[in-house]
């Protein structure tokens, strides 16, 4: 029985950051990359079928990135995962949701799981998108938003529960494969310790080209997508200030813009 | 007058051949019982893993045997314990040399060479010296059960903090019977000597070889000529000495044969563990070598030979489990427990004929002699226990070795794994981008020099704390003002530096410490510098007894005594005295760690301060509860902290008007404690280095205006 969980290397924002040249992205120096944070939580969830011992379970991490996502996927064979698949090609570079999406359903066409987890969002981009349209392109059901899980290994089904506004719970079953976008909180995802992480750096990450995965080039990348960035930029500041000096001077200061907002001139 | 020199005392006297027989064939036995139960506990050691013993075997035994002969370590902070103490041990080794001299002249040199010296003088002078070991042992005896019985000190109560009344292992009282039973034995062995030594002399009264010498024994005389008095015949007497003579002997060889089988092994299991004493034990952690499979200790047996020694070395005698800030506290450990619970675990398991499957050797969980993990997180790694072990037991390093299996697992508090976390991304425990390390500089109006980019005398290590936390960074800021007033070169690191990794190490997160230390290794080799100096002791305290270990090697000191130096050469001239009635918080890294008594208490005096020391000080300091990662894990809500017992301390001195600090941490913990302790106003929480500062202004700062007045 098998677990694909489609991870991504994600970037946060430095204290100060810079835009890139072209205007469509900030300037990789200032960008700080980890495993995305809801990926934790489907691998963890993951790993957990296969500690609970009912039947063998392989847990194997998927990451559509350059050389640099092995950081991620070393981190995740760290922290229990099997093995490591990375997909990579330049031709990859500006992919939308739904292109990187065909890449995911070609290894899960080729693992062929019982189930793929993805996480709810990336926190980078936040598009959402990317684990439900693997499903759409493989034809297989999927949940959106899981925050519980029950599920024998090698069961034809799974029961999940999704969170919904309000607090509200759905509980619905699912036939297998299916994917399942993974929420925050449905379990605690463990520590991985540097020293788990050093040992993980010896194992193989399987590294896959477009070819071996039947994938045209114009079928990803910018070429094979539907949505493309414009700019990224920072939107002119709101009118907020920042008071400073004494209290007196700060006093002195307020009243005088409560004057200048309401005319009054008493 | 019988001859002076043949006067001795006849061995066996009117015993007959079978008796001797029978007392040899006693004698035996003891001998193979306790030989048996020190080939056990051997084997129980050699099942342990390797040891790295440090230092050379000549200095190592020149301090047991002067440890041994001062008794300094067990009278320490407990002088009645360890007077009495010494009065067993000199009274028992006396004895037990008497015995052997004896034994040597009898057994060993007469047979053989035909040659015997116990008799005449120096079997004179030996019956006085043992009469006083008597008397020596007898005294220490009967303190120790007027201690146990009427005094009961609260540290020799073994109520466990880490298990509820009902759990198996709970009960210590079987304890408490081997207690007493070992005061009764030895006591009894005395009693019985002295009144089978009065029956001798009244059996044998008509003897003047034996009845003129008398008073060579003085209490044998006054207990004999008591018996004349009360009308004991000689035959009465003969027939008394034959049954007491039975009677102490064979309680004498029971006890040598059960030494490997009772508390009583302390003898040889404290020698040891002081001869293999690490003195730099909790100030520099093992490492984890990168050919071990697992990290840290998960079974008995992951514990060194040294280790599992330790673990026989403890006597109960509580010093530990007192001076303990978590079991102050309430917390749910005692390192007087952890070692008892591993030891019995050791004796249920290694002691066996053949080594139980790994499965029962796991020491971790909450079965009888296991270690539960809140156990193992309740820990401060302040020393305390350490530094006051009487018998050189080392609970800290073992404390964090099985904590390195917990971080293995990744068992452990949310809050700590998301701080381990932010250390391995940014460098800094608090998550902050490295780009805002040196932030607090930009306030300064001067520059401070990059010692990446040039060469300067002083290197100063910041640290996490004094870098990135707001309170701490206006003493970080006042820091530099005195460096730039004093003319002192220096630079720092800038976006360069990383957390130390002292606490880290502690954690027991051993891949993310040796990350850091190497990391800041390659940072200190890329500058130039003659030394280095910090606030921050727990830095202080990995960069000069860790780093070493990672080929780091440099000159470090605390700005204590930097600080004190550069007043002494009157490069900081304070310009008035400030007049302050403060008391001085000892930090434990800087203090037990490091010795680092003097230089602050030095410059409290420089600058005019009334210093009014608090009862636990210097080597005895408690900790803030900051150590061993614990600032980084929330403590239990509603429960007492380590720092809130330190503030209710400090606010029982009359008048005090500062609590100096010398310790980012501290700063933060007890400004906290001083509010949360209802404290506030009453007097403030400041770094030495903010009173520096003070008293080198010409007036008074409001601050300080506001708590003298």
């Known amino acids: 029985m098998k677990v694909l969980v489609a991870v991504k290397q994600v970037a946060a924002l430095d204290e100060d950051f810079e835009i890139r040249a072209d205007g469509r992205d900030v300037e990789p120096d200032f960008l700080i990359r980890d495993l995305n944070e809801w990926d934790e939580y489907s691998l963890e969830e993951a790993v957990r079928i296969r500690e609970a011992g009912t039947a063998p379970v392989e847990v194997i991490v998927v990451c559509v990135g350059p050389e640099d996502a092995d950081e991620a996927l070393r981190k995740c064979l760290a922290k229990g995962a099997d093995r490591a698949v990375r997909v990579w090609d330049e031709a990859l570079a500006g992919s939308d949701a739904i292109a990187i999406a065909r890449v995911l359903a070609a290894v899960a066409r080729k693992e062929a799981p019982d189930l793929l987890f993805a996480g709810v969002q990336a926190s980078d981009h936040a598009f959402a998108a990317t684990g439900v349209a693997t499903a759409a392109l493989l034809g297989w059901p999927h949940a959106a938003v899981v925050a519980g899980l029950t599920y024998t290994p090698g069961a034809k089904s799974a029961v999940v529960r999704r969170e919904l506004e309000g607090g509200t719970l759905h509980e619905m079953q699912i036939e297998c494969p299916a994917v399942l976008t993974i929420q925050l909180g449905i379990n605690a995802p463990r520590y991985a310790s540097l020293r788990s992480i050093k040992q993980a750096a010896a194992k193989p990450i399987e590294v896959l080209g477009l070819e071996e995965l039947g994938i045209a080039a114009g079928e990803v990348g910018e070429a094979g997508s539907a949505a493309r960035v414009r700019r990224m930029y920072i939107p002119d500041r709101g009118r907020a200030q920042m008071l400073e000096g004494s209290v007196e001077e700060q006093a002195a200061r307020l009243a005088q813009i409560i004057k200048d907002a309401t005319g009054s001139a008493r | 007058m019988v001859a002076r020199d043949a006067v001795t005392r006849v061995l066996f006297e009117q015993f007959s051949p079978a008796a001797i027989g029978a007392f040899y064939a006693i004698a035996g036995v003891a001998v193979a019982v306790f030989g048996f139960g020190v080939y056990v506990q051997i084997r129980k050691y050699r099942r342990g893993a390797a040891a790295e013993i440090r230092g050379g075997l000549l200095g190592r035994f020149g301090a047991m045997v002067g440890t041994l002969l001062s008794h300094r370590t067990v009278a320490r902070r407990d002088r009645g314990a360890g007077e009495a103490h010494r009065l067993i041990f000199y009274g028992f080794v006396l004895l037990f040399l008497g015995t052997s001299t004896i034994t040597l002249d009898y057994d060993v040199v007469g047979p053989l060479l035909g040659v015997h010296f116990w008799h005449g003088d120096f079997y004179l002078w030996f019956s006085l010296v043992l009469d006083v070991a008597g008397v020596l042992l007898s005294g220490g005896l009967l303190y120790m059960m007027y201690r146990r019985g009427w005094l009961k000190p609260p540290k020799l109560d073994y109520a466990r903090p880490d298990r509820k009344p009902g759990d198996a292992d709970y009960d210590r009282s079987g304890y408490r019977r081997e207690d007493w039973a070992f005061l009764w034995t030895l006591l009894l062995i005395a009693i019985t000597g002295y009144v089978l030594e009065a029956a001798r002399l009244v059996w044998l009264a008509g003897r003047p070889d034996v009845w003129d010498y008398r008073w060579w024994s003085p209490v044998g005389a006054i207990i004999a000529d008591a018996m004349r008095a009360l009308g004991l015949t000689a035959?009465?007497?003969?027939?008394?000495?034959?049954?007491?003579?039975?009677?102490?002997?064979?309680?004498?060889?029971?006890?040598?044969?059960?030494?490997?089988?009772?508390?009583?092994?302390?003898?040889?299991?404290?020698?040891?563990?002081?001869?293999?004493?690490?003195?730099?034990?909790?100030?520099?952690?093992?490492?984890?070598?990168?050919?071990?499979?697992?990290?840290?200790?998960?079974?008995?047996?992951?514990?060194?030979?040294?280790?599992?020694?330790?673990?026989?070395?403890?006597?109960?005698?509580g010093r530990c489990h007192e001076a303990c800030p978590a079991r102050a506290v309430g917390a749910p450990l005692s390192p007087r427990d952890v070692i008892l619970s591993l030891r019995e675990f050791a004796n249920r398991t290694l002691e066996s004929r053949e080594l139980p499957p790994a499965a029962e050797l796991d020491v971790h969980g909450k079965a009888p002699g296991q270690v539960a993990t809140e156990t193992l997180w309740s820990c401060r790694t302040c020393m305390a226990c350490v530094e006051v072990c009487p018998v050189a037991i080392e609970h800290l390093p073992l404390i964090v070795q099985m904590r390195r299996k917990l971080v293995e697992d990744g068992t452990m508090d949310p809050q700590l794994q998301k701080t381990l976390q932010a250390i391995h991304k940014s460098g800094n425990s608090f998550g902050e981008s490295k780009r805002k390390r040196p932030a607090w500089t930009k306030g300064l109006p001067f520059a401070v020099k990059d010692a990446r980019k040039e060469s300067v005398e002083l290197l100063w290590f910041v640290g996490d704390y004094a870098s990135f936390d707001p309170r701490n960074q206006k003493v970080t800021q006042t820091f530099a003002s005195l460096l730039h007033q004093a003319g002192v070169d220096y630079g720092i690191l800038y976006e360069a530096e990383s957390n130390a990794g002292n606490d880290v190490r502690r954690v027991g997160e051993e891949g993310l410490y040796e990350m850091l230390a190497t990391a800041n290794i390659k940072s200190f080799s890329g500058s130039s510098f003659k030394s280095i100096v910090t606030t921050d002791p727990h830095s202080y305290n990995t960069i000069r007894n860790e780093y070493p270990d990672f080929g780091g090697n440099y000159s470090i000191e605390h700005y204590t005594t930097l600080v004190l130096r550069l007043l002494q050469e009157q490069r900081l001239a304070p310009k008035r005295k400030l007049g302050l009635r403060v008391t001085f918080h000892d930090p434990c890294h800087l203090g037990r760690f490091n010795k680092g008594y003097d230089a602050p208490r030095a410059i409290l005096g420089l600058l005019g301060c009334e210093l009014v020391e608090m009862g636990r000080c210097r080597a005895n300091s408690f900790c803030c509860g900051a150590g061993g990662g614990r600032i980084w894990m929330p403590d239990p809500v509603g429960a007492d902290r380590p720092a809130h017992n330190r503030m209710r301390e400090a606010a029982a001195i009359p008048g005090l008007q500062v609590y100096v600090v010398s310790c980012p941490k501290d700063l933060t913990m007890f400004e906290?404690?001083?509010?949360?302790?209802g404290n506030e106003g009453k007097f403030v929480v400041k770094e030495l280095i903010e009173l520096i500062a003070e008293a080198l202004q010409a007036e008074k700062s409001p601050a300080t205006a506001v708590v003298a007045a």
């Open chain 2, 235 to 317: 035959p009465a007497a003969a027939a008394l000495r034959w049954s007491l003579w039975w009677f102490h002997g064979v309680l004498a060889l029971a006890f040598i044969a059960l030494i490997p089988y009772s508390k009583v092994k302390h003898i040889f299991t404290a020698a040891g563990s002081l001869l293999l004493r690490d003195p730099q034990a909790a100030q520099r952690l093992p490492g984890v070598p990168q050919s071990q499979e697992r990290a840290g200790v998960q079974y008995i047996t992951d514990l060194s030979w040294k280790q599992l020694l330790n673990l026989d070395a403890c006597t109960k005698c």
């Open chain 2, 672 to 677: 906290d404690a001083l509010k949360a302790t």
